[in-house]
């Protein structure tokens, strides 16, 4: 059975603006230090980041389609897949990772994000607990992108 790894954080805005930043290629260039991005917002659209100066030999790449697309409260990848410039993860595995946001008042929205997929076995749990850094440096991303108000 895959395992998954899950993470919730209150934002100080609201839900359509959490969303926004989900979306928008500048936005998640900025809080999540990709050298690029590209996002058709659409279900069956896709959802790409990397990073690196070379953009013909990235050093990271996230991609994936997005299966769900209902703004401002959900956002549902799948075909998920990564990879490193000197290869990707040592095990096949099928991730999702799911983007819920709760609407807390006019100024506050809760985001949680899901990650699924995750093999069982010593890589799988490896893979599982840097993605757990992994996202509570993303949630730290996200905070300080909100806090400069871009």
Request: charged fraction near 25%; aromatic fraction near 12%; glycine fraction near 8%.
């Given at each position: ?23 928008r ?21 896709i ?43 040592p ?60």
């Amino acid at each position: 059975m895959p395992k998954s790894h899950s993470r919730s954080e209150r934002f100080p805005v609201n839900a359509d603006a959490l969303f926004s930043l989900l979306i928008r290629p500048t936005a998640i260039c900025s809080w999540w230090g990709a050298a690029r991005a590209v996002v058709v917002p659409a279900e069956d659209g896709i959802w790409v980041a990397a990073w690196g100066e070379d953009p013909d030999r990235p050093d990271y790449v996230s991609s994936a389609r997005i299966d769900i697309f209902e703004p401002p409260t959900r956002l549902f990848l799948t075909d998920s897949s990564y990879h490193a410039r000197d290869g990707g993860p040592p095990f096949e595995a099928n991730f999702t990772i799911s983007y819920k946001i709760r609407e807390i008042s006019a100024v506050e929205a809760e985001l949680t994000v899901t990650q699924d997929g995750f093999p069982e076995s010593p890589a799988g749990d490896k893979f599982l607990g840097a993605c757990e850094v992994g996202w509570r440096d993303t949630f730290a991303g996200i905070r300080k992108y909100i806090e400069k108000g871009e």
